[in-house]
């Protein structure tokens, strides 16, 4: 399966400010998703990270508050803009290989913690 | 909409006892099913997906359409298995996974 990495692998950061969390991944993939898990809670997706063109978001997620790049097939960022303390969180990067009926596969994740 | 449940927040089983991690799905299709595990301090990964019909570390789990289930099974559970476990979901044609809320699993020596 393909290596994900991510970074940073934990972050404190004040409000009001911005983190960017990178996700590089040894090989091409087809699809590249972003996930959020809240303190007790399970996985949520925030969005599809499009190659080439703009993330497709999912209900309760925006682009002002959580802008993902994806500039080749292998690498993608998300931001949290704004940050507030609502915003700790682990954040996963997930991947999707080409074969068909290729499962999931995820990083290590992002522990950001807003004080 | 599709929708993953996982009755049991915690679970937990002495060594040596069968476990049964429960999940109940909602989907008006045929989906895919699969499940994640996360030991203590490691990524999320998969442990296996219903189409495989595999044995991973002695979990098995089918896929009942009858009771919209797909329970994870161990005859005998080890120390080792302690961990959270997550079932998920795939549209047919899509690609984004529902997870459900997790199990953890203790298995207390």
């Known amino acids: 399966s393909a290596v994900i990495s991510q970074k940073p692998s934990r972050d404190i950061c004040q409000r009001g400010t911005s983190l960017t969390i990178q996700c590089q991944v040894d090989s091409q993939v087809t699809m590249m998703f972003w996930y959020r898990q809240q303190p007790g809670q399970s996985l949520t997706l925030i969005a599809t990270?499009?190659?080439?063109?703009?993330?497709?978001?999912e209900s309760g997620f925006v682009i002002d508050k959580f802008p993902i790049s994806r500039p080749n097939l292998t690498f993608s960022t998300l931001t949290v803009s704004n940050m507030s303390p609502e915003d700790s969180s682990i954040y996963l990067c997930?991947?999707?290989?080409?074969?068909?009926?290729?499962?999931?596969?995820f990083g290590n994740g992002t522990r950001l913690t807003v004080t | 909409a599709q929708r993953v449940t996982q009755p049991e927040k915690l679970l937990s089983v002495f060594k040596g006892a069968p476990v049964e991690l429960k999940c109940n799905y909602s989907y008006s299709g045929s989906p895919e099913l699969f499940w994640y595990v996360q030991y203590s301090r490691q990524r999320l990964q998969l442990l296996l997906r219903?189409?495989s019909r595999e044995s991973i570390k002695g979990f098995t789990a089918d896929l009942n359409k009858g009771e919209t289930s797909f329970h994870l099974k161990k005859p005998f559970a080890q120390e080792e298995d302690s961990a959270m476990y997550y079932c998920?979901?795939?549209?047919?044609?899509?690609?984004?996974?529902?997870f459900g809320e997790g199990t953890q699993l203790t298995v207390n020596p």
């Open positions: 998920a979901l795939r549209e047919t044609s899509g690609s984004r996974l529902t």
């Open positions: 219903h189409i």
């Open positions: 997930s991947v999707r290989g080409t074969a068909k009926n290729s499962p999931l596969h």
């Open positions: 990270a499009n190659q080439g063109s703009e993330a497709t978001y």
